[in-house]
């Protein structure tokens, strides 16, 4: 069965999502026999199946595409109408994610707006002209919370230190099974707002890519991250200014001025000095940076030479290959015992601001209660008991 639709509108979401025609026709031509084609789709009339297929990518509803009128490439509408290029080259999973934060910072600046939430700006902003180093040092009693080993707690502890701030962090989980995984640690979007992806294997590095893009909100430049200490190694005059700028902030800023005094006191990292070993697990342990951060940043200032900073990154990586192996064996053996995994999905850490937000909203009805337990994630019988624990 054909329908009338707007093929305009689909190649409106092509621009949007900066998405080819061989890119959107691979994603919904999935276990078809007989593909979709561009020529079916460059029509006035489509079948109503392959618009179905159109929509599970773009996720807009099918009323969206009988709409006569086509959009405007508004660069307020989304960052990728505000910059040609990235830090990482995005596939497909990274795009649908960035929309998808696009799309809730949008409702939630409106929720602020029509409630009179207030959420305007309350951290300084900077140049990459600025040292990066002394800011991130100035600044770690505003923007970080009371340490503790446990790198989950920290992490949400850092996410809601961000939200005294007024900057909003989101987190998303990228689960096994999903068919298009985004390749990017996290990004910034204007004007207040940070996305994660877990690290399934790292809360190290998650902390770090938080650190980093704080550094972006900053510097108020917008980019989405891959966070690859390999890559920053391979040659730093690669990066960006704005880049070496964030990443140096991330760093000095969990590290701190205390522990950077105490890695200044050793010259050289050699073999004369274990490598700084015993110094670097302590740092690591004390600061919640991975010990890989430590010795990148230690190569980047020229303490290490090349060929040491080789050897000692490729043993932390065989180390990391043996616990995650020996994990698995674990696993393994205990699935052929009979004893349950108690894993189970991870669950996204919310920000305290977006449920100050909308327990502030529903307080003054501007939302309703279905649109407050799909933004929280919560079940309608558990409202009551977070509407009471928020602070609005």
């Known amino acids: 069965m054909k329908i009338e639709y707007n093929k ?4 409106y979401l092509l621009s949007l999502y900066k998405m080819t025609e061989a890119e959107l026709l691979s994603s919904i031509n999935h276990d078809l026999k007989t593909p979709i084609t561009w020529a079916d789709i460059d029509q006035d009339e ?5 618009l179905k297929r159109i929509d599970k990518v773009f996720n807009k509803g099918l009323l969206y595409y009988s709409d006569p009128s086509t959009p405007r490439k508004d660069k307020g509408i989304s960052v ?4 040609e290029g990235f830090t990482t080259e995005l596939n497909i999973g990274a795009r649908k994610r960035v929309r998808e934060f696009e799309d809730l910072k949008t409702q939630i600046s409106a929720v602020c707006k029509l409630s009179r939430f207030n959420i305007t700006r309350k951290l300084p902003t900077f140049t990459v002209d600025d040292d990066p180093k002394a800011i991130a040092f100035s600044l770690r009693t505003t923007l970080l919370p009371t340490f503790t080993s446990n790198k989950r707690d920290y992490l949400k502890g850092f996410i809601n230190k961000l939200g005294d701030n007024n900057v909003l962090v989101f987190e998303f989980v990228d689960t096994p099974n999903k068919k298009e995984k985004a390749n990017i640690d996290g990004f910034y979007i204007e004007p207040n707002a940070i996305v994660l992806k877990r690290n399934q294997d790292s809360f190290s590095r998650e902390i770090f890519t938080l650190a980093h893009e704080v550094g972006h909100y900053l510097l108020q430049r917008e980019d989405v991250d891959e966070i690859d200490f390999e890559k920053i190694t391979e040659s730093t005059a ?8 964030c990443n140096s902030f991330a760093y000095n800023l969990l590290l701190g001025a205390a522990n950077a005094a105490k890695l ?4 050289v990292y050699d073999f004369h000095v274990d490598y700084g070993h015993e110094m670097i697990d302590a740092i690591s342990k004390d600061t919640n940076l991975s010990r890989l951060a430590i010795f990148t940043n230690l190569f980047l200032q020229h303490k290490m030479s090349f ?5 000692v990154r490729d043993d932390l990586r065989q180390q990391w290959m043996e616990r995650k192996e020996a994990d698995r064996l674990k696993r393994e053996q205990e699935k052929a015992s009979g004893i349950q995994s108690k894993g189970r999905t991870p669950i996204p850490i919310q920000s305290n601001l977006v449920a100050d937000i909308y327990n502030y909203a529903l307080n003054r009805g501007v939302v309703t209660e279905h649109e407050y337990c799909s933004v929280l994630n919560v079940k309608p019988n558990d409202i009551s008991k977070i509407f009471y624990e928020g602070r609005y």
């Open 8 to 11: 305009n509108r689909v190649t």
């Open 238 to 245: 690669s990066l960006s200014d704005v880049e070496n700028w």
């Open 307 to 311: 060929a040491d900073y080789t050897n």
């Open 46 to 50: 489509i079948e109503i199946n392959h």
């Open 80 to 83: 990728f109408f505000r910059k």
């Open 264 to 267: 200044d006191s050793i010259a």
